[in-house]
């Protein structure tokens, strides 16, 4: 399969646990998104990156969030200190270049604070 | 005020039937806008995308529509099947923020047999 894969699809944790999120992009996409969605919305853009270069952060992405993408291919999002508004659907996209282009999803990464 | 609206918000079809999802948009001004279609628990899927001088596109049994003037689009599913349940979303890139995409917050359609 050689569409963006995210890992772990589902996790569920204590708050307060710190938590890590994978993505694999399309290879050769050097754009790579991440995005939050809860239930009965849309995505909500968190970051993204060109390369290993994190361009532009969101509000929405608090201190206790961080992401990377060290040699410019998979990225991961950490959570630190979860809380229960953390829980959503953590998505992954790809893009070949233009900011106008296609973003392919990931399958997404859900995230349940209990 | 989200600058996608997208209505309904929720649809109930039976299956073989047509329908037509609505989207709104104050964005402006934008460099494409698009259709996704999201299955429960998965990610979106891109239908079609559209630019600002285009005023229809089809995907199959999909075809969305664009008018710029008004700044609304549709997106018409045609013989609608059950595997057409999902949540359809409405996307515009904003051209002033750096080609930002914008999402509505879907209509969720449900295909009964």
């Known amino acids: 399969d050689t569409g963006v894969s995210q890992d772990p699809r589902h996790k569920i944790t204590k708050r307060g646990q710190n938590v890590t999120f994978r993505c694999d992009p399309i290879?050769?996409?050097?754009?790579l998104y991440w995005y939050r969605q809860t239930l009965g919305q849309g995505p909500e853009f968190l970051t993204y990156?060109?390369?290993?270069?994190?361009?532009?952060k969101s509000r929405l992405l608090s201190d206790r969030f961080s992401a990377e993408r060290p040699k410019g291919s998979f990225s991961t999002l950490e959570i630190q200190r979860t809380e229960q508004g953390d829980s959503a659907m953590y998505l992954c996209?790809?893009?070949?270049?233009?900011?106008?282009?296609?973003?392919?999803f990931g399958e997404g990464s859900r995230l349940t604070v209990l | 005020k989200n600058q996608v609206e997208q209505s309904p918000q929720s649809l109930i079809i039976l299956e073989g039937k047509n329908c037509t999802l609505q989207?709104?948009?104050?964005?402006?001004?934008?460099?494409?806008l698009r259709w996704y279609k999201q299955d429960t628990g998965r990610g979106p899927v891109s239908l079609t995308i559209?630019?600002?001088?285009?005023n229809t596109k089809s995907n199959g049994r999909y075809t969305a529509t664009l008018d710029a003037d008004t700044k609304q689009s549709s997106l018409h599913i045609t013989a609608s099947q059950l595997s057409d349940s999902a949540s359809y979303i409405c996307?515009?890139?904003?051209?002033?923020?750096?080609?930002?995409?914008?999402f509505g917050a879907g209509t969720i359609l449900r295909v009964k047999s």
């Open positions: 290879s050769e996409h050097n754009r």
């Open positions: 996307v515009v890139s904003a051209k002033e923020y750096g080609n930002k995409l914008v």
């Open positions: 559209m630019t600002f001088s285009e």
């Open positions: 990156f060109q390369n290993e270069a994190q361009l532009e």
């Open positions: 989207c709104n948009y104050t964005v402006s001004p934008f460099s494409n």
């Open positions: 996209a790809s893009s070949p270049g233009l900011a106008t282009g296609e973003l392919f």
